[in-house]
């Protein structure tokens, strides 16, 4: 009894901010649930294996090009410098770049980080990479 009295005394400001704290952090989590849903949804509408053909409209759908452009720094840095950077990149280099695009990470280009793309597939990533390894200043 005398606890719940304690309890009713206390003002009833906190158990409000507990509430708006829970229902902010489920509407987050739901908000976020529905955005990975959407950029799978969308990927996803390319199923099967990445042709070079599919590889520009799979850099827009899976939003790479938020923060790469081909030839220009953006956030990330141009397909080209990386293509330049990689050239003589063995098997182990090109799986770490995939992981790399399938995971985020900062350090190789400054301090920004990428972010991971988690709706990215283990296959789309490699597809991708050995694409962008292939572009040439002279190309594209
Ligand atoms: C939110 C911004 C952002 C998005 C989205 C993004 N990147 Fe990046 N990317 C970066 C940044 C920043 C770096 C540099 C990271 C570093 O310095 O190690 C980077 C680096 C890279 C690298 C080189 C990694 C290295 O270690 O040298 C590759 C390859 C790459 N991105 C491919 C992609 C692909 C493919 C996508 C789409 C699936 C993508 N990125 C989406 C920001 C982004």
């Known amino acids: 009894m005398n606890a719940k009295k304690s309890f009713s005394r206390r003002p009833a400001i906190g158990p ?41 409209q799979f850099l827009v759908q899976a939003r790479c090009i ?20 990689y050239t003589t990149a063995d098997d182990n280099a090109k799986e770490f770049l995939a992981q790399k695009v399938l995971y985020g990470g900062a350090g190789n280009w400054g301090a920004m980080p990428m972010v991971a793309n988690p709706q990215v597939t283990a296959e789309q990533a490699r597809v991708v990479v050995r694409w962008i390894l292939s572009l040439r200043p002279d190309q594209g």
């Open 66 to 85: 938020a923060c790469h452009d081909a030839r220009e720094a953006r956030i990330g840095p141009p397909f080209i410098a990386i293509a330049i950077r």
């Open 16 to 56: 409000i901010f507990r509430r708006l704290f829970v229902v902010g952090a489920v509407w987050t989590a739901a908000l976020v649930t529905l955005d990975h849903a959407v950029q799978a949804h969308i990927v996803m509408q390319h199923p099967g294996p990445l042709g070079e053909s599919d590889i520009p």
